[in-house]
C-alpha cells in the first residue's frame, strides 16, 4: 500500500529561518512521483514540485529546495531565508507514475513564520 | 487565463439532504478529480473524470457520484449526508498529458448539520 508520512504537525519559525518539512514515503511501486503542494489560508493547493523516481537530483527554485533520497525513501524540502508569506499548510504526495491524477497525500505541516 | 472554479464555496445542509457541487476546470484541461478534505483524514482522492469518463474511484460509498459533461465541467453529488461528511471539496483539473500538475480550485466547504 502506498502511504505519505509528514511526521512534523506544525512548526514555527522567526522570518529568515532556514526550515525543513520532512516527508517519507511507502510504495512497493519501482517508478512513482512525488509532489509538493502548499495550501494557503484561501484553500486552494498550489503546485509546487514534482519529481520522478527516476530523478535523484535535487533541485533548487529560489529560497525552495528539495532533497530526494531514494535510499531512505524521503523526500524533504527545505525554504531558505523563510517569509511571512511562506506561512501556509505543506502536502507531500506521491502518485503512481501513470495515474498522477489521484495522489495520496500526507497529512500535512503546518508552517507559521513570524515576523 | 482563469483558474479552477468552484460553486458554492460554502454551503451548509442537514443530515438526509443531498448536495450537488460543481467545478469549471481550466480551459483546455479535460481531466477533472475531486479530493474531500477533512481535520480527521486528510487529503483522501474521491474520483477523476476524463473525456465524460470516471478513470479512477477512491474508497468512498456510493452516496458519493460525480459526472463531468463534454464542455469538461464536472460535478459531485453526496447524497444522504452525514455528520461525517462536513468537509472541504477540492476539485482539481490538469492538461491532457497526464503526468502534470494538478491545479486546485479554492473548494466547496460543506457543513452537515
Known amino acids: 500500500a502506498q502511504k505519505v508520512t509528514q511526521a512534523q504537525t506544525e512548526i514555527s519559525v522567526v522570518e529568515k529561518e532556514d526550515v525543513t518539512l520532512d516527508c517519507v514515503y511507502e510504495?512497493?511501486?519501482?517508478?512513482?512521483?512525488l509532489f509538493w503542494y502548499k495550501q494557503p489560508p484561501s484553500g486552494e493547493l498550489v503546485f509546487l514540485i514534482r519529481?520522478?523516481?527516476?530523478?535523484?537530483q535535487n533541485e533548487i527554485s529560489g529560497r525552495y529546495s528539495w532533497n530526494f533520497q531514494k535510499s531512505t525513501s524521503s523526500f524533504n524540502f527545505t525554504i531558505t531565508a523563510s517569509q511571512v508569506v511562506d506561512s501556509a499548510v505543506y502536502f507531500c504526495a506521491l502518485s503512481e507514475l501513470y495515474n498522477t491524477d489521484k495522489l495520496i497525500f500526507g497529512t500535512g505541516t503546518r508552517l507559521q513564520v513570524f515576523p | 487565463k482563469a483558474g479552477v472554479t468552484q460553486t458554492p464555496r460554502y454551503l451548509i445542509k442537514t443530515r438526509g439532504q443531498q448536495v450537488t457541487l460543481s467545478c469549471s476546470p481550466i480551459?483546455?484541461?479535460?481531466?477533472v478529480s475531486w479530493y474531500q478534505q477533512t481535520p480527521g483524514q486528510g487529503l483522501q482522492f474521491l474520483f477523476e473524470?476524463?473525456?465524460?469518463?470516471?478513470?479512477n474511484k477512491g474508497n468512498f460509498p456510493g452516496r458519493f457520484s460525480g459526472r463531468q459533461f463534454s464542455n469538461s465541467r464536472s460535478e459531485m453529488n453526496v447524497s444522504t449526508l452525514e455528520l461525517g461528511d462536513s468537509a472541504l471539496y477540492l476539485c482539481?483539473?490538469?492538461?491532457?498529458?497526464?503526468?502534470?500538475?494538478?491545479?486546485f480550485g479554492e473548494g466547496s466547504r460543506l457543513t452537515v448539520l
Open positions: 482539481a483539473s490538469s492538461p491532457l498529458d497526464r503526468g502534470g500538475e494538478l491545479f
Open positions: 519529481r520522478n523516481s527516476f530523478d535523484e
Open positions: 480551459s483546455g484541461h479535460r481531466s
Open positions: 473524470y476524463f473525456s465524460e469518463t470516471q478513470r
Open positions: 510504495t512497493r511501486d519501482t517508478t512513482y512521483y
